[in-house]
């Protein structure tokens, strides 16, 4: 990379969003396998589960996969910083902090888009991670509430938890309706408002804005890079993962990646052998690159053989061989 240009380059400048049930370390790794500088983030983990449960199980991931952040789910600060040194000693580049979620089950533990109307109190917790820990304490928000849809309610947010001294915000350009939308409406239905992203950079040029919602072309990357520090992609990364190929080179000024489709199947044909010594099934890993070979011929024959559970008590050399084969033979029942 042309070291005067990553110099200039905020480190948010491209990442792929947290997104529950998806970005696992085995998913992060696949990702990582075609950009090598866009940064990645975990599903957001709740802080109850780092503190009573099984924090290998949260925290571990892959060396390859940084520069990686943590995402935490909470809103207690004694709670919250005791996970950011988690964080911290793990390893992670970052900790975030969820304010967008707007499920059900979020908001019973008074956290994630709720705490939107408590900037309050999540300024108490964002000082209470950053008297914790030295890597960056960041916040991933909406833009408002319900139907409070007034550029000045996200402002007041910002400013106040800036106080506290976050310094990079993730601007989801939607608002969380708390009630009568499920999740998944609540990503499509609420307009989107990249003007309200926007006019936050303009109003706190110190701070690091990062847009994200609904962002699916380089293009729109690129534009959005004009008025906002960086650009968060979710489901387009995720659903068309060879989208990624491009960005190390067009966004980063690096060289042209070097592997192709062929080199990413393979080497993740790899991984998921060492990960089957530990006792992954290779299903849970193949489920995140059946996006790979989108839009090229034979594409939904290889989606098929990689999601056949007929072929789950196989070795995963055995269902890559299988995907190889001409559309022509079918895929057979294992031996």
């Known amino acids: 990379m042309n070291q005067a240009l990553n110099e200039s380059l905020s480190p948010w400048r491209l990442s792929v969003a947290p997104m529950l049930d998806w970005t696992d370390r085995h998913c992060r790794y696949f990702h990582r396998l075609i950009t090598r500088h866009t940064r990645l983030y975990t ?8 503190l009573h449960g099984d924090r290998p199980r949260h925290l571990d991931f892959n060396p390859e996969e940084h520069p990686l952040a943590l995402q935490l789910g909470g809103s207690e600060p004694a709670d919250l910083a005791a996970c950011a040194r988690l964080a911290q000693d793990w390893g992670y580049d970052e900790v975030n902090l969820n304010c967008g979620c707007p499920s059900e089950r979020v908001q019973r533990g008074a956290f994630g888009a709720c705490l939107m109307a408590e900037a309050d109190l999540v300024a108490q917790g964002v000082k209470a991670m950053r008297d914790a820990v030295d890597i960056p304490v960041t916040v991933k928000h909406r833009i408002g509430i319900d139907r409070i849809e007034s550029y000045d309610f996200v402002r007041d947010f910002v400013g106040a938890v800036a106080e506290a ?3 990079v915000f993730i601007v989801h350009a939607r608002n969380a309706w708390l009630q009568g939308l499920s999740p998944k409406e609540n990503r499509e239905v609420p307009p989107l408002r990249y003007e309200f992203a926007y006019q936050l950079k303009r109003d706190f040029p110190g701070l690091t804005i990062v847009l994200n919602g609904g962002v699916k072309g380089d293009d729109e990357i690129a534009e959005h890079l004009r008025h ?5 992609v979710g489901r387009q990364a995720y659903h068309e993962p060879w989208s990624m190929a491009r960005w190390d080179e067009r966004f980063f000024g690096d060289a042209p990646a070097e592997r192709d489709r062929a080199d990413i199947e393979k080497l993740m044909v790899e991984y998921m052998a060492r990960q089957a010594s530990n006792g992954v099934a290779w299903s849970h890993v193949a489920r995140h690159m059946l996006g790979l070979w989108n839009g090229m011929p034979g594409a939904r024959r290889w989606r098929q053989v990689w999601s056949d559970h007929r072929l789950k008590h196989e070795p995963p050399q055995a269902v890559w061989r299988q995907a190889q084969r001409p559309a022509a033979q079918p895929v057979s029942e294992p031996a």
């Not at 599903?43 to 780092?50: D, I, N, P, S, Y």
């Not at 906002?228 to 968060?232: A, N, R, S």
């Open 165 to 167: 001294g976050c310094e």
């Open 43 to 50: 599903e957001m983990v709740t802080t109850g589960a780092l």
């Open 228 to 232: 906002v520090d960086g650009v968060m």
